[in-house]
């Protein structure tokens, strides 16, 4: 593969309303991201992904914008913005922004104005159709029908997520061009590219025809329809040649759907994107990662081979992004590790087996801390749209009220937008006020102030791993080398990186028990570990539980 400058970045993703409030309304800010690069700066990371900060009822926090141009009010001003940029360019930061173009606010003016004026160009923005019922049966993502009526009219408009996100009707020219005058005026901004939202929606299947229905509500998941559908290359195709070829940017999209073989068309040297999320190893414990009663059991062979699968499909057409954490899943030490969560040596093999992978890391803020979920003990503590979805359908489904609620709690998006904690005061010391949502309980123990300069911590294990990666004596290997699966025991994940000049292998007990692993050569230098003393034995290691090794042979 070509090489590309963004191939050397550490993302950090920033979830702006729980980061740092610096105007005391229990909200975080742009001002409160600014204040704390000098911590982002000390962590090593180069680049920073801020979810939506644009201007929004915040229905869904953010992602049900009103105002592409205009920054939310509780978030600051545009000026907040620039400096935000400025400083952190200061210290070499990145700023990538999220780009959400498949669906607006209903308070958009444009919608608005398509209500006020079926006759108006705004209403073939979004999709509408009469009637005096739903068109067909299609579930949205956040639950009920994909179709809201009008009141006082017999139409009905679409939307993929919640209600108060209707979709932009991409077969529309002029809506298109729109959008390109709104991406390119953030690209000229300044700003180093975007991570682009549920891009694999913009195509519809156009016969709107009833599936079999997949659920108690005798709705069918809209996904099967209304996701990467036949036709949305030449969608996608033009937004790349329309916006991000015009400038020296990374695009990094959310395209659940996209089958491996297609990942040419999306990620190749053509494709449409920098890079794409692969989910399959984040929603390895449900049986799709918008249902999540229906839990699947799974051992670390799964996740070894949903990773190493990803792995090795995405390194024959291009880059991988990887993550374990973002703000729709629950914390990786709690969903990975599970009895272990609190270990802190679990948590820091979990964290470097999937940050020397092949492809750009992304951390989620506080997963550097070690964080764990947030059991709630009622579901009126959830903020999240679809945890309170979910809570109905799996009681729908069946279960009972205790089980909807052990669903929600083991996968709610709220897991993961708890406030930052900084350190052990009050609320953290995220902000003055009550936060927007609850503290976790385990922020007087887990939190950035103490874990910073403590030998051990998780915190500075992430700075040290950061810094090997970037700085260290294998840099170009860990970096730019290839991989591929090592056998290993059935709790280890195990892999090699190499170029033509050096070879590094990597091993990852995920499990608590001891494990015996072969050594490719018995001269292998140790350049990295986890835990105790690494123990060899003529050409076997021996791994204490959840220990990470790393060789490295020429
Ligand atoms: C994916 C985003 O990550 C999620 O938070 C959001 O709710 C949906 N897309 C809809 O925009």
């Known amino acids: 593969m070509r090489r590309q400058w963004w191939q050397e970045e550490v993302v950090y993703q920033i979830y702006p309303k729980s980061f740092y409030d610096s105007s005391g309304d229990g909200v975080g800010d742009l001002r409160g991201i600014t204040e704390k690069l000098d911590y982002l700066e000390d962590l090593g990371i180069t680049m920073i992904w801020i979810c939506p900060m644009y201007q929004s009822p915040m229905d869904d926090n953010g992602y049900d914008i009103s105002d592409y141009m205009g920054i ?18 200061r210290r070499k930061i990145k700023i990538m922004l999220d780009l959400v173009i498949n669906h607006t606010s209903d308070e958009h003016r444009w919608f608005q104005r398509a209500l006020e004026d079926p006759n108006s160009a705004c209403h073939d923005y979004y999709i509408f159709k009469e009637g005096d019922r739903e068109p067909n049966n299609w579930r949205s993502v956040f639950g009920g029908s994909v179709w809201e009526k009008i009141p006082g009219r017999d139409e009905y408009y679409f939307h993929s997520f919640g209600k108060k996100q209707p979709d932009l009707n991409w077969e529309n020219p002029a809506l298109r061009e729109q959008l390109y005058e ?26 709107w025809k009833s599936r079999e229905a997949d659920g108690a509500d005798g709705l069918s998941k809209c996904t099967k329809s209304s996701r990467n559908q036949p036709g949305i290359g030449s969608f996608l195709h033009e937004l790349r040649e329309r916006t991000f070829d015009r400038y020296p940017c990374v695009t990094v999209a959310e395209a659940p759907g996209v089958a491996y073989g297609e990942l040419g068309d999306f990620i190749g040297e053509e494709g449409y994107f920098s890079m794409i999320f692969d989910f399959r190893a984040a929603d390895l414990d449900v049986a799709s990662g918008s249902e999540w009663f229906k839990r699947v059991p799974w051992t670390v062979e799964d996740l070894r081979e949903k990773i190493m699968t990803s792995q090795t499909e995405i390194q024959k057409y291009g880059w991988s992004a990887n993550f374990i954490e973002n703000h729709d899943q629950p914390r990786a030490a709690s969903k990975y590790l599970r009895e272990a969560q609190g270990n802190p040596e679990a ?15 992304f ?37 009972s009220s205790e089980e909807a609620l052990r669903f929600v709690n083991l996968r709610s998006r709220d897991n993961a ?58 840099r ?37 028990r001891e494990t ?19 123990r060899i034995r003529g050409n076997r290691l021996l791994l204490e539980p959840y220990q990470s090794v790393m060789v490295r042979t020429s």
Not at 186 to 202: C, E, M, Q, S
Not at 347 to 361: E, H, I, N, S, W
């Open 363 to 399: 951390i989620y803020q506080g997963q550097e801390l070690g964080m764990v979920n947030f059991e709630r003990k009622s579901i009126r503590e959830f903020d999240d749209l679809s945890s309170t979805d979910q809570y109905r359908r799996a009681m729908e489904e069946g279960y």
């Open 182 to 207: 709104i991406v390119n005026w953030w690209l000229k901004k300044g700003i180093a590219g975007f991570r682009i939202d549920a891009i694999t929606f913009v195509k519809k299947d156009l016969t």
């Open 476 to 512: 170009e290997c860990l970096i730019y080398g290839d991989i591929e699966p090592v056998d290993s025991s059935r709790e280890v994940i195990a892999y090699r990186r190499y170029t033509e000049k050096e070879t590094v292998y990597c091993w990852f007990n995920l499990g608590g």
């Open 417 to 474: 937008r708890t406030p930052f904690p900084w350190n052990k005061d009050r609320y953290g010391g995220f902000s003055r006020t009550k936060p927007w949502l609850g503290m976790t309980e385990e922020y007087p123990a887990v939190n950035a102030a103490d874990q910073t300069g403590r030998p051990g911590s998780v915190l500075e294990f992430y700075r040290e791993m950061i810094r090997f990666r970037q700085k260290g004596p294998c």
């Open 72 to 89: 939310a009010p509780e978030f600051g001003t545009m000026e907040d913005f620039d400096q935000l940029v400025r400083e952190a360019e």
């Open 516 to 534: 015996e692993e072969k050594l490719p050569e018995v001269s292998a230098k140790l350049i990295w570990k986890t835990g105790g003393e690494v």
């Open 347 to 361: 948590v820091k093999t979990l964290g470097a087996m999937y940050f020397f992978l092949r492809g750009l890391p």
